[in-house]
């Protein structure tokens, strides 16, 4: 399986929610594990109890998990490292590096960090669950496999991990013997154009040699999909159902996968590929897919604004200033700082018109639901849904390395569950307006972006 095709498979990645019991006289419940807290995001009430707890090798590693969810990369690094230092058969702490290589595309890395892992405590599923991520970058499909079977076995209830853990399966299962995501193109693809709409990004696409239809161009997408509308009149295959995030309504909705044998891009063939659906009656009217990047990862993607075309190549161009990023299920993540004072990592999102706040940077400034003032009366839609809960908040100047920007008034939006499937704080989105002025070009293999104008 190829590269790119992890980066869609990752984003199997979600929240644990643990179901609490009722009844009238209920057995005594024990105290929650540092490592229920981190999978329930009770991230408060683990840095409470890690502040009342004991100096070992196994709590600084769970500091670094905290420093992890909150997007401190550098600060988790050096806990996990710490937690080595006073013991080097700490599980947690191997864990916790094999999470950062991945997120830098570092698969081999990755992949020796979450064995010793699972070495030094089989028993723990989310090990299992990462390291199959780890082995399908590596294209070791047998493995990946038995990983998530691993993770089934010890962990069958997960109301979220599960569904997406055997998605994955069988989604391996429909390809198996043949290559997921073959590419046919020529040495030099010819570019592609695309039109600007409503500040999004469009260009045809056929799939199976019939179109063309029209399809949005997004960084923000963690996979490809097709409109249930258009499943149905290709007759498309299903082979899965898994779950797809996003903004709006509930954050999350069921994605039915189907196989399709080609869809084409320019003059770009991809072969034997499993897209998401999605249902959503006002993405209808406008679209029929969208494009996840990630599907394209096996190339350099330079996404040139001004001129309206995507350019793909091998080699990456010397040009413009180079940006390293954190990739999260295919998501492109750079560091910001909001108000010179408020540091977090936004999303680089072709598929937004415009760019946002996560709620919780809004809180940093000052602003929530109850600040006079702030709610907007007009939803937006997203994936998920309509959002009508979005807030108003003034004067924001952000600093990124893209450039330094005032805004006036930027919105916010609720990014909690989008959060929870990459596991680290999403704290806004870089939408058309940050964007549309340069090239971006983006190169998954050495997780890094440049920007030119």
């Not at 509930?250 to 499993?274: C, H, Y």
């Not at 998501?331 to 996560?358: C, H, R, S, W």
Request: hydrophobic residues 40%; aromatic residues 6%; neutral net charge.
């Amino acid at each position: 399986m190829s590269s790119r095709h992890l980066l869609a498979l990752t984003a199997l990645t979600s929240l644990l929610i643990i179901q609490g019991a009722a009844g009238q006289s209920p057995a005594p419940v024990p105290p929650a594990s540092l490592a229920d807290l981190l999978l329930l995001d009770q991230i408060k009430q683990l840095e409470s109890r890690l502040a009342t707890t004991s100096r070992t090798a196994e709590t600084v590693a769970f500091q670094g998990e905290v420093e992890y969810r909150k997007g401190h990369f550098e600060e988790a690094e050096r806990f996990y490292r710490s937690a080595l230092q006073m013991s080097e058969k700490t599980a947690r702490a191997h864990f916790g590096l094999g999470k950062l290589a991945l997120a830098k595309l570092k698969s081999a890395d990755a992949v020796k960090l979450f064995s010793r892992a699972i070495e030094l405590d089989a028993k723990e599923p989310i090990y299992h669950f990462y390291i199959s991520d780890a082995l399908t970058l590596e294209r070791k499909t047998k493995e990946a496999e038995q990983q998530l079977q691993n993770y089934l076995r010890l962990n069958p209830t997960d109301p979220d991990r599960v569904p997406m853990a055997k998605a994955a399966l069988d989604v391996f299962t429909a390809f198996r013997g043949v290559e997921v995501g073959q590419i046919d193109a020529p040495a030099q693809p010819a570019p592609i154009t695309f039109q600007k709409v409503l500040n999004l990004l469009f260009t045809e696409v056929t799939i199976n040699g019939q179109g063309p239809y029209r399809f949005l161009i997004d960084t923000g997408a963690t996979e490809t999909v097709v409109t249930e509308k258009l499943a149905t009149k290709l007759g498309l295959k299903k082979i899965a159902t898994n779950i797809m995030h996003g903004v709006g309504g509930e954050g999350k909705l069921d994605s039915p996968i189907f196989r399709a044998d080609s869809l084409k891009l320019g003059d770009v063939t991809l072969k034997n590929l499993p897209l998401g659906t999605l249902s959503n009656p006002i993405l209808d009217q406008v679209l029929d897919g969208i494009i996840g990047t990630p599907m394209l990862a096996d190339f350099v993607i330079t996404i040139d604004y001004p001129r309206s075309r995507i350019e793909l190549a091998k080699k990456a161009p010397e040009t413009g200033t180079a940006v390293p990023v954190w990739c999260f299920s295919g998501l492109l993540l750079i560091p910001v700082e909001v108000n010179g004072q408020y540091k977090g990592n936004f999303l680089i999102d072709t598929g937004a018109d415009t760019t946002m706040l996560a709620q919780a940077m809004a809180a940093n400034l000052g602003v929530n639901k109850n600040t006079p003032g702030a709610a907007l009366n007009l939803p937006i839609g997203g994936v998920g849904g309509l959002d009508d809960g979005v807030l108003m908040v003034p004067g924001v100047t952000m600093k990124s390395p893209l450039e330094t920007k005032r805004f006036d008034v930027l919105l916010a939006v609720d990014l909690k569950d989008m959060s929870s499937l990459i596991q680290t704080e999403l704290s806004g989105v870089l939408g058309y307006d940050s964007l549309k002025d340069y090239r971006l070009t983006i190169d998954y293999r050495k997780a890094e972006i440049r920007l030119s104008k």
